[in-house]
Structure formats: C-alpha cells, structure tokens
Antibody, heavy 121, light 107 residues
Framework: QVQVVESGGGVVRPGSSLRLSCAAS????????MHWVRQAPGKGLEWVAL????????YYADSVKGRFTISRDNFQNTLYLQMDSLKDEDTALYYC??????????????WGQGTLVTVSS | DIQMTQSPSSLSASVGDRVTITCRAS??????LNWYQQKPGKAPNLLIY???NLQSGTPSRFSGSGSGTDFTLTITSLQPEDFATYYC?????????FGGGTKVEIK
C-alpha cells in the first residue's frame, strides 16, 4: 500500500538549517507530485511546498520562499525539504504527502505521520 | 492567495445528529474544493474531493456540495468515530490553501 515516512525533525536554534526526508513506498514515486504541509502545535494546516513528478516545477508558500527548498530523488524514492534560516514560527509537525497526480492537482491525498521540527533558542 | 473561511470553528453534537460545516472561498474556485478529516495525533485524511466526490473508503453519511465560493460538508448521522477536526482546502490555484478547521466535539 501507499506509504510515506518522514524523518529528520529535531530541535534547532533560530537561524540554523535542517533537512527533512520522506521515504516513499508502495507506488511509483516518479509518477507523482509531492507536497510538504505543516501544522504548528494546536493550529491548522499550512501548505509549504510542492514539486512535480519529475522535479521540473517547484512551488512554495510565501512564508518559506527563499529559505526552504524542496527536492526529490526518484531513484531513491525520497523527497526532501531543505530548511535554512529557520525561525521560531517554523516550529511545526511537517507532513509529506503524495499529490493526486503529477503535481498539477494541488491536492495532497496520501499523508505520512509527520516529523516534528522545533525552533527554539 | 485565496482565503478559505470555515464556520463554525467548533461545534458540539450528539451521536446521530446531522452536522453541517461551511467553507467560503475569497474568490470563485469552481469545484476545486476538498475536505479532510483529522483525528488527534493523526495525519489528515482526504474525505471528499472536487466538492462532492467521496474518496474511496469514505462512509456514505458524508456528503459535500457547493460551487463557486460556498461549500458545505454534511454528516447525516454523526457516529462516534466522526469526532474530529475537518478542514476544507482549495486546489484551484497555487498556493493551495486550507480553511482554519472545524472541531466537532461530543455534546
């Protein structure tokens, strides 16, 4: 079955960097767009980034643009989120999710359980 | 960005009740509206896509309606496992945006 498993979260200082990973299995990752969506503690869902199936298109929320980079390795079936210049407000549970299609549906359908990022001095 | 506004932000209901949650978009999104359910400590789960289509596995007591800017999620007979937070999401245009959520609690 479709499975995505996030890793790489942790506690970091403001201004530092962190790279999240998402391991995909049970489907052909190279055929699907992939999202990152986050949820601050006790808050709602915030879409973060999307990458097309082949990596040709990337989209970002304004709140992370210029600081975060989404990428993928279709040979390793892995999605990444490089997070630089982290701020307190980036503290959240980060979910990886598969898009309905190649990336143009903008609809996360299959979600992992998330990895927690805490930015604190 | 398109703003998604849900109401109410929370509600209390009893098992067997009919529950209605509304979602309003700041501009027309035609039928590009999805509903997710999230239980405590769990990832969101897609319930309904494209305004009224049930995702595989979604019980038939859930239904969605609406188009343009106004949408509704209805649960016809609330079950114990339906107590959760519900989010609408527009996928009409980048960035995809979510509503603030509606928490359905036990009365």
């Amino acid at each position: 079955q479709v499975q995505v498993v996030e890793s790489g979260g942790g506690v970091v200082r403001p201004g530092s960097s962190l790279r999240l990973s998402c391991a995909a299995s049970g489907f052909t990752m190279s055929s699907y767009g992939m999202h990152w969506v986050r949820q601050a503690p006790g808050k709602g869902l915030e879409w973060v980034a999307l990458i097309w199936y082949d990596g040709s298109q990337e989209y970002y929320a304004d709140s992370v643009k210029g600081r975060f980079t989404i990428s993928r390795d279709n040979f390793q079936n892995t999605l990444y989120l490089q997070m630089d210049s982290l701020k307190d407000e980036d503290t959240a549970l980060y979910y990886c999710a598969r898009d309905r299609g190649s990336g143009s549906y903008y609809r996360p359908e299959d979600w992992g359980q998330g990895t927690l990022v805490t930015v604190s001095s | 960005d398109i703003q998604m506004t849900q109401s109410p932000s929370s509600l209390s209901a009893s098992v067997g009740d009919r529950v209605t949650i509304t979602c309003r978009a700041s501009q027309s999104i035609t039928s590009y509206l999805n509903w997710y359910q999230q239980k405590p400590g769990k990832a969101p789960n897609l319930l309904i896509y494209a305004a009224f289509n049930l995702q595989s596995g979604t019980p038939s007591r859930f239904s969605g309606s609406g188009s343009g800017t106004d949408f509704t999620l209805t649960i016809t007979s609330l079950q114990p496992e339906d107590f959760a937070t519900y989010y609408c999401q527009q996928n009409y245009i980048i960035p995809p945006t979510f509503g603030g959520g509606t928490k359905v609690e036990i009365k």
